[in-house]
């Protein structure tokens, strides 16, 4: 059981360039989030999921998409990247929305753009 | 106001201390709170659940006070290992029902 799988593990972008990060689960978790995270600081909710064919904006939102076409992928879309977005990314994914649900963290993908 | 606050440490402390960390939350309609642990900016991992009436783990309490809208943790006889970012979390229906996390406090546990 591999859990919630992100890739790349690192990626290096020049400004301008787009990339799409890659989240797959196989919990057959209906919730699915995108957050990031800036050096010393918390975890920021970019976009999340409720299910395939719904999603939502988060926190911070802006600079990025995303799509949720089947239960098991996510993927982050990052178009005409800024420095502003050199961070940690982390994909997690929940079993359900209700009390005392758990989030299940992927590895993390670690952007550097410049 | 920030919805999950935390103290953001640094806690140095030796082994064999016991320590506290407290965290405050606005929501007052929230109502799954948890206890995440987070080492070298790798992905947070689930340290506990805080439940209503508190709980413990090994060395690790957790306690809820509802009418006061904090939760804490405290960690008996620290290890070494037990050096890490803690992370508050708690859900939120700013976002739907979503789960916010605190900035953290920092733990070193010295020898």
């Known amino acids: 059981n591999a859990g919630v799988t992100q890739t790349p593990k690192f990626r290096i972008l020049k400004i301008g360039q787009s990339m799409t990060l890659q989240c797959t689960q196989d919990?057959?978790?209906?919730?699915m989030y995108w957050y990031r995270q800036d050096p010393g600081m918390g975890l920021k909710l970019i976009y999340y999921s409720v299910g395939a064919g719904i999603t939502d904006k988060g926190e911070v939102p802006n600079g990025y998409n995303v799509s949720r076409s089947t239960t098991e992928d996510f993927p982050l879309r990052l178009e005409l990247a800024a420095p502003s977005q050199t961070s940690v990314y982390f994909c997690a994914s929940m079993a359900r929305g209700g009390v005392g649900s758990p989030l299940h963290f992927g590895n993390g993908t670690r952007l550097t753009v410049t | 106001r920030k919805e999950v606050e935390q103290d953001p440490g640094p806690f140095n402390v030796p082994e064999g201390a016991t320590v506290a960390f407290n965290c405050t939350y606005s929501?007052?309609?929230?109502?799954?709170f948890f206890w995440y642990r987070q080492d070298c900016r790798k992905e947070p991992k689930l340290l506990m659940s805080v439940y209503s009436s508190g709980n413990e783990d090994g060395r690790f309490t957790a306690q809820l006070n509802r009418a006061s809208q904090y939760i804490s943790l405290l960690i008996r006889d620290s290890k070494l290992s037990d050096s890490a970012t803690y992370l508050c979390v708690v859900n939120s229906y700013v976002y739907g029902n979503k789960l916010v996390f605190g900035a953290g406090t920092i733990l070193r546990v010295k020898s």
């Open positions: 929501n007052s309609a929230s109502q799954s």
């Open positions: 919990m057959n978790h209906n919730y």
